[in-house]
């Protein structure tokens, strides 16, 4: 496993792309979430975000992990490019004619998929804490603490997500066209909803149950949005006679699908790249 890290290591090391597109991801969500706590002045009114409560404890981890986990996708160039270099500058070959097996490749590359979704998690663990103990009104330790589930959903929605764009870079070999394949994928998964909705059943319920077990939609539903859950908007919704009776909860089967489509995304990649002739 070391040598398997320490090849990875060298890769990204010398991988300027690598470093870009982590530095803009990261500095990204730091972004969103410093804007949220800026004064703004519009006439004689002054408002700001975080006074909101978006950034109380517990409900900032609800919060930053669903904001964060929009910008996944400039992880997924960096895996995608990954993958698509190996071919490219047949590093792949080479180190397979240094002792590598497809499977060791495979496993090194899911471990990076690993290490940039721990280090993603680590990242908005740390900024929530700091942002959290700064504009909450409640900083008990049962409180902050509370809610943390969010937190596992998200590296689970990241490594799910990363696992997803290997094993199109395994599949197709080429950056843009993995990434366009994952487009394409996110379009049919949509139109199939909508028949689904419309056509087939004419049932929410129905075409949502059936969906769910989509991959992109599993990983969408493990943190689902959080805007309605602020008492500002259930006391709005309250006063035009609507209820809001929404589940946020991660669930466990939300959380099971994801994990099967991991393992089943790591597997085919392996598959693909036993049978092919390099």
């Known amino acids: ?8 290591f060298q890769k990204i090391r010398y991988n300027k792309t690598v470093k870009v597109i982590s530095i803009i991801y990261f500095v990204l969500i ?28 517990p409900f900032i ?3 930053n992990t669903y904001l964060a986990a929009w910008l996944k996708l400039f992880f997924a160039i960096v895996i995608v ?7 490219s500058y047949r590093t792949l070959k080479q180190n397979l004619i240094d002792g590598l097996s497809k499977k060791e490749f495979i496993l090194s590359k899911f471990v990076t998929v690993l290490l940039f979704a721990a280090g993603s998690s680590i990242f908005v663990f740390i900024l929530s804490i700091i942002l959290g103990l ?6 008990e330790i049962g409180i902050i603490f509370r809610d943390l589930d969010y937190l596992l959903a998200y590296f689970i929605k990241l490594v799910g997500f990363f696992s997803f764009c290997l094993f199109l870079g395994v599949l197709v070999k080429r950056s843009a066209f993995a990434l366009g394949f994952l487009f394409v994928w996110w ?19 129905i075409a949502e149950s059936i969906v769910q077990f989509f991959p992109l939609e599993a990983m969408n539903n493990l943190i689902k949005e959080p805007f309605t859950r602020l008492g500002g908007v259930q006391s709005i919704a309250s006063q035009v006679g609507e209820e809001i009776t929404k589940s946020y909860d991660v669930t466990l089967l939300n959380v099971a699908i994801v994990s099967v489509w991991t393992v089943l995304f790591i597997y085919w990649a392996w598959v693909i790249l036993k049978r092919r002739d390099l």
Do not use: C, P
């Open 1 to 8: 496993m070391l040598r398997l890290l320490h090849i990875e």
């Open 30 to 57: 730091t972004f969103i979430a410093l804007i949220a706590s800026i004064e703004f002045n519009f006439a004689s009114i002054n408002f700001r975000v975080a006074d909101q409560g978006i950034f109380n404890f």
């Open 61 to 63: 981890w609800h919060f």
């Open 81 to 87: 490019s990954l993958v698509a270099n190996e071919y």
């Open 134 to 139: 700064s504009f909450s009104d409640y900083t």
């Open 187 to 205: 379009i049919i998964e949509n139109i199939t909803y909508a028949f689904l909705k419309f056509k087939a059943f004419k049932d929410t319920d």
